[in-house]
């Protein structure tokens, strides 16, 4: 398999990685208007992986489970590109997010990588303004002193916000 086709999912455990998978996976193959019910997911231990197509290519997406963050990097050098998520609910873990992503933009793997920072769960009603989420995430910071093109994104994988502009970034990043 072509290298530059993988996309790691990566970010803390309880995040909303796997359902992120899921609805991706069914957006990819029948449209918005047929996302149906929220799955059931349990946390991931180990990988999971799915392939997507899109209309111009398919691409893996990769996640990593959230408590195997000590060995992501052995996973870098296989990717082109990274989406980092963030429980936008979860003001507690918002910090070791940043802290978390940091290492992962300084890795030598993935200076090169295309990063995209989805803050999940925006339909829940205790999240803060995106405004508040980006200053507690030291976003301007981060952006700053990447190497990567970051771009960043508000999403619901349950309610299935913001979905179809996780497809579009895939399909206008990987593999030019």
């Known amino acids: 398999m072509n290298s530059n086709d993988i996309c790691l ?99 030598e793997h993935l200076h090169n990588a295309s990063v995209l920072i989805l803050f999940n769960k925006r339909d829940m009603p205790c999240t803060m303004s995106l405004v508040e989420i980006k200053s507690l995430f030291r976003m301007d910071d981060i952006i700053a002193s990447a190497t990567q093109p970051i771009t960043t994104q508000e999403l619901s994988a349950r309610s299935g916000q913001g979905l179809q502009e996780v497809l579009s970034w895939l399909e206008s990043i990987i593999v030019k």
């Open 9 to 107: 999912l990566l970010g803390a455990t309880g995040v909303g990685k796997t359902l992120l998978l899921k609805r991706l996976q069914k957006l990819s193959l029948h449209g918005l208007e047929e996302l149906g019910e929220t799955p059931s997911t349990l946390p991931t231990v180990g990988t999971n992986l799915t392939d997507l197509k899109l209309k111009k290519k398919k691409v893996t997406l990769r996640e990593l489970g959230g408590c195997m963050g000590p060995i992501w990097p052995s996973y870098f050098k296989d990717c082109s590109s990274v989406i980092f998520m963030v429980d936008s609910a979860n003001i507690a873990q918002i910090s070791a997010s940043c802290i978390q992503l940091l290492s992962v933009l300084s890795a």
